[in-house]
């Protein structure tokens, strides 16, 4: 096996192998491995300091911020306040200098008391309590071995860990799912007790040892936690359920959030109570030395452990499932299942999960009860997704503030007090903040800060005073010029013959523009959108049905694209280029109709580039570069084009339309061999919009839409665009 090894981030301490409960459903005692027979009742001082000393070497070798220990048993509660002390101070002691040390403990609650709560509050041990539901539901497992219920007990440690002077330290409750107990009393039974939050758990099982279906139904576990899942969603998701949260991740392409979940690589080894290096503790389940490394903390490292073949095996993500999983749509959000319940004598581990058609049933159920609420509004609504680019580069914007965090001079203090009025007194600054090219100079100045270079965060001044001309507000900006050009953002270029190469201007707003005086130099009034011999202001389309698009050939900041943006244009060129554009325009509306409306939401800035290609560069949303010969047939096109890649590449800045943590390769009509699904996307959405100017594509959009149709790695998100480019595609097919 290839590739890294994984760090271990979570550590099982077994402090006692012990019970005080006899639960039927316990895979330590009851399944198949009984080595908990021949090891100590509790963990040795030898295992302990090894133990610490083992996990702080792992931690420094791997630069590892932090790690997990879960003291667990058996009972660990079982161990004793002064073992369980040895265990803190000796973990602390040798972790915490080269790592944050995160504690837990997992317990039945029978021993707990004041006494072992006043320990785990001065090493910050946050607990976790089992309890299956209700009375009824939690006899039917967890028992005392003479028959007694545990309820009353467990209900009592949950409430003397909810005082105040303890709640800080709860970890939630964990629940093992009986299909045969009733999951809304169970689940209303546990929200009874105010946890912080819910963990269930599908009781371990195997193919060779199949999980109790009382009803019959292969779906019997699914339906449980879907009717669980219903309750919670109807109270508002009032606390956090890991399995619940776990699926929602992964359909908006998040991580799973569970190791029973998804395709995430194991991080985990448990060290028994005699020194013993195990992988996970749930492979008991599977058959007798399953967990078995061959190794213990007293002569082998964790890196030791981490290289072996079982643990290896269980971080392969994708590779590491079975065929039938791979090929199974819902494989990111299942993951194949626990790896344990896909146990088989006569093949081992390479099954899918012995809750195969749950999963399938859950993950499903999840997404069409919850799916379309994970969806932003910007992958429905063109005006959405305008608003939420334009709120990336006022964040933008704000981390440049504080990235200068007082190294901004007192040239950025002025101009960011004067942005603060301007943005009080009109709505001229958001105009100015919504160009394209404002984002690339915010990404340049924070680029370059990070890299400690110089950053040119004085053009702030620009945008202040272009907000307060759009504003109308008479109030003085100072802004800098250079080479005898000052260049207002969204407005135009004035040039300032007699004046210094650069220095310092002054801009103030007149009734029909504005007055600009640079140092030593004369006023000069300029009417905004009147050109002179000295004032040249964008241009705009805007006419015989053309979008209101600005022409964009004067920022600095626009050449940010895959192609050279040209030089500023002559007039008369500038005036060609808006004729053929506005022709092509026309040309869209009575081709594609569809598509051009699409195109006009979503272009607001054209600049001619060098090549024939369009391209849409780092730039904020709507900034797109045209070249600047071309037909309007030629022009149409291109604007087409670059208005999918432009939106495409809009939805991916706010949105997961899939994800990137799979090995997944697909067929695509248009390419000899198989491609990633972020290239099969980008080209079915590109050739679903040209298809009025390349009807032959038809075939080969549909084939690639069956495919993206069901593929895993697309989020809620992506499956919903694609079935938006289904519907568009057929329209164009007519």
């Given at each position: 096996?290839?590739?890294?090894?994984?760090?271990?981030?979570?550590?099982?301490?077994?402090?006692?192998?012990?019970?005080?409960?006899?639960?039927?459903?316990?895979?330590?005692?009851?399944?198949?491995?009984?080595?908990?027979?021949?090891?100590?009742?509790?963990?040795?001082?030898?295992?302990?300091?090894?133990?610490?000393?083992?996990?702080?070497?792992?931690?420094?070798?791997?630069?590892?911020?932090?790690?997990?220990?879960?003291?667990?048993?058996g009972?660990?509660?079982?161990?004793?306040?002064?073992?369980?002390?040895?265990?803190?101070?000796?973990?602390?002691?040798?972790?915490?200098?080269?790592?944050?040390?995160?504690?837990?403990?997992?317990t039945?609650?029978?021993?707990?008391?004041?006494?072992y709560?006043?320990?785990?509050?001065?090493?910050?041990?946050?607990?976790?309590?089992?309890?299956?539901?209700?009375?009824?539901?939690?006899?039917?497992?967890?028992?005392?071995?003479?028959?007694?219920?545990?309820?009353?007990?467990?209900?009592?440690?949950?409430?003397?860990?909810?005082?105040?002077?303890?709640?800080?330290?709860?970890?939630?409750?964990?629940?093992?799912?009986?299909?045969?107990?009733d999951?809304?009393?169970?689940?209303?039974?546990?929200?009874?007790?105010?946890?912080?939050?819910?963990?269930?758990?599908?009781?371990?099982?195997?193919?060779?040892?199949?999980?109790?279906?009382?009803?019959g139904?292969?779906?019997?576990?699914?339906?449980?936690?879907?009717?669980?899942?219903?309750?919670?969603?109807?109270?508002?998701?009032?606390?956090?359920?890991?399995?619940?949260?776990?699926?929602?991740?992964?359909?908006?392409?998040?991580?799973?959030?569970?190791?029973?979940?998804?395709?995430?690589?194991?991080?985990?080894?448990?060290?028994?109570?005699?020194?013993?290096?195990?992988?996970?503790?749930?492979?008991?389940?599977?058959?007798?030395?399953?967990a078995?490394?061959?190794?213990?903390?007293?002569?082998?490292?964790?890196?030791?452990?981490?290289?072996?073949?079982?643990?290896?095996?269980?971080?392969?993500?994708?590779?590491?499932?079975?065929?039938?999983?791979?090929?199974?749509?819902?494989?990111?959000?299942c993951?194949?299942?626990?790896?344990?319940?896909?146990?088989?004598?006569?093949?081992?581990?390479?099954?899918?999960?012995?809750?195969?058609?749950?999963?399938?049933?859950?993950v499903?159920?999840?997404?069409?009860?919850?799916?379309?609420?994970?969806?932003?509004?910007?992958?429905r609504?063109?005006?959405?997704?305008?608003?939420?680019?334009?709120?990336?580069?006022?964040?933008?914007?704000?981390?440049?503030?504080?990235?200068?965090?007082?190294?901004?001079?007192?040239?950025?203090?002025?101009?960011?007090?004067?942005a603060?009025?301007?943005?009080?007194?009109?709505?001229?600054?958001?105009?100015?903040?919504?160009?394209?090219?404002?984002?690339?100079?915010?990404?340049?100045?924070?680029?370059?800060?990070?890299?400690?270079?110089?950053?040119?965060?004085?053009?702030?001044?620009?945008?202040?005073?272009?907000?307060?001309?759009?504003?109308?507000?008479?109030?003085?900006?100072?802004?800098?010029y250079?080479?005898?050009?000052?260049?207002?953002?969204?407005?135009?270029?004035?040039?300032?013959?007699?004046?210094?190469?650069?220095?310092?201007?002054?801009?103030?707003?007149?009734?029909?523009?504005?007055?600009v005086?640079?140092?030593?130099?004369?006023?000069?009034?300029?009417?905004?959108?009147?050109?002179?011999?000295?004032?040249?202001?964008?241009?705009?389309?805007?006419?015989?049905g053309?979008?209101?698009?600005?022409?964009?050939?004067?920022?600095?900041?626009?050449?940010?694209?895959?192609?050279?943006a040209?030089?500023?244009?002559?007039?008369?060129?500038?005036?060609?280029?808006?004729?053929?554009?506005?022709?092509?325009w026309?040309?869209?509306?009575?081709?594609?109709?569809?598509?051009?409306?699409?195109?006009?939401?979503?272009?607001?800035?054209?600049?001619?580039?060098?090549?024939?290609?369009?391209?849409?560069?780092?730039?904020?949303?709507?900034?797109?570069?045209?070249?600047?010969?071309?037909?309007?047939?030629?022009?149409?096109?291109?604007?087409?084009?670059?208005?999918?890649?432009?939106?495409?590449?809009?939805?991916?800045?706010?949105?997961?339309?899939?994800?990137?943590?799979?090995?997944?390769?697909?067929?695509?009509?248009?390419?000899?061999?198989?491609?990633?699904?972020?290239?099969?996307?980008?080209?079915?959405?590109?050739?679903?919009?040209?298809?009025?100017?390349?009807?032959?594509?038809?075939?080969?959009?549909?084939?690639?839409?069956?495919?993206?149709?069901?593929?895993?790695?697309?989020?809620?998100?992506?499956?919903?665009?694609?079935?938006?480019?289904?519907?568009?595609?057929?329209?164009?097919?007519?």
């Amino acid at each position: 096996m290839t590739g890294p090894l994984v760090p271990f981030r979570e550590i099982v301490l077994k402090v006692h192998s012990r019970c005080d409960l006899a639960c039927d459903h316990c895979y330590i005692y009851e399944h198949a491995d009984q080595s908990w027979r021949t090891r100590p009742k509790a963990i040795s001082d030898e295992a302990i300091s090894w133990t610490a000393l083992r996990l702080a070497e792992h931690a420094k070798n791997h630069a590892l911020p932090s790690v997990s220990v879960i003291l667990h048993g058996g009972e660990p509660l079982l161990a004793g306040p002064a073992r369980l002390r040895r265990v803190c101070e000796e973990l602390t002691r040798a972790v915490s200098p080269v790592a944050g040390l995160d504690l837990r403990i997992h317990t039945n609650g029978l021993q707990l008391s004041p006494r072992y709560l006043d320990l785990f509050d001065e090493f910050h041990v946050r607990v976790g309590i089992s309890l299956d539901g209700d009375k009824a539901a939690n006899d039917r497992h967890r028992r005392f071995a003479d028959g007694r219920s545990s309820h009353p007990l467990v209900l009592r440690a949950v409430e003397l860990l909810r005082q105040d002077r303890y709640r800080h330290l709860d970890l939630g409750l964990l629940c093992t799912i009986d299909a045969a107990n009733d999951p809304v009393a169970v689940y209303d039974a546990l929200m009874e007790l105010d946890p912080p939050r819910i963990d269930f758990l599908l009781p371990h099982a195997t193919w060779q040892d199949p999980p109790p279906r009382p009803d019959g139904s292969p779906t019997a576990y699914a339906a449980w936690i879907l009717a669980a899942y219903d309750r919670w969603e109807a109270q508002g998701r009032p606390v956090p359920v890991r399995l619940f949260e776990s699926v929602l991740s992964t359909l908006a392409g998040g991580p799973s959030l569970t190791e029973s979940l998804g395709l995430a690589p194991t991080d985990l080894v448990v060290v028994e109570t005699d020194g013993t290096l195990e992988q996970v503790d749930s492979l008991k389940s599977a058959y007798e030395g399953a967990a078995a490394t061959g190794f213990d903390v007293f002569r082998h490292s964790f890196d030791e452990v981490a290289a072996h073949p079982g643990v290896r095996s269980r971080q392969l993500g994708l590779a590491g499932v079975s065929d039938t999983c791979r090929a199974c749509p819902v494989v990111r959000s299942c993951g194949g299942g626990l790896y344990t319940h896909r146990y088989r004598a006569d093949n081992g581990f390479d099954n899918a999960s012995v809750y195969c058609t749950d999963l399938r049933a859950l993950v499903d159920g999840v997404e069409e009860r919850s799916g379309a609420a994970l969806v932003p509004a910007a992958v429905r609504d063109p005006l959405a997704l305008a608003v939420e680019e334009f709120d990336l580069t006022r964040i933008l914007l704000a981390d440049l503030n504080q990235e200068l965090a007082g190294r901004g001079g007192e040239a950025w203090a002025e101009a960011w007090e004067l942005a603060g009025a301007v943005e009080a007194r009109s709505g001229g600054l958001d105009e100015v903040l919504a160009h394209p090219y404002t984002r690339s100079w915010l990404l340049d100045c924070v680029t370059a800060l990070r890299a400690d270079a110089p950053a040119p965060a004085g053009r702030l001044a620009l945008y202040v005073a272009a907000a307060a001309v759009r504003g109308g507000l008479e109030v003085p900006v100072r802004v800098p010029y250079r080479e005898g050009r000052l260049q207002l953002p969204t407005l135009g270029e004035l040039a300032l013959p007699g004046a210094p190469d650069g220095g310092t201007a002054e801009v103030r707003v007149t009734e029909k523009g504005f007055r600009v005086r640079a140092e030593g130099g004369e006023h000069r009034v300029v009417r905004l959108w009147e050109a002179t011999p000295e004032w040249r202001p964008l241009l705009r389309l805007g006419r015989d049905g053309a979008p209101d698009v600005v022409l964009d050939d004067l920022d600095p900041y626009r050449d940010r694209f895959d192609a050279p943006a040209l030089p500023r244009l002559g007039l008369a060129a500038a005036a060609d280029w808006s004729g053929r554009l506005a022709a092509a325009w026309a040309l869209l509306r009575e081709t594609a109709p569809h598509q051009a409306a699409a195109a006009a939401h979503t272009v607001t800035t054209l600049t001619p580039i060098a090549g024939s290609g369009p391209s849409v560069g780092r730039h904020g949303y709507g900034a797109l570069g045209l070249p600047l010969t071309g037909d309007a047939a030629g022009l149409a096109r291109a604007l087409l084009a670059g208005s999918r890649r432009a939106r495409l590449r809009a939805l991916l800045d706010v949105t997961d339309l899939y994800a990137l943590d799979g090995e997944w390769l697909h067929p695509a009509p248009w390419h000899e061999e198989p491609v990633a699904v972020s290239r099969l996307l980008a080209g079915a959405y590109l050739r679903v919009g040209l298809a009025a100017f390349e009807p032959g594509h038809h075939d080969h959009v549909s084939r690639a839409l069956d495919t993206l149709e069901h593929a895993a790695e697309l989020t809620v998100s992506g499956k919903l665009l694609v079935a938006e480019l289904r519907k568009e595609a057929c329209r164009a097919g007519g």
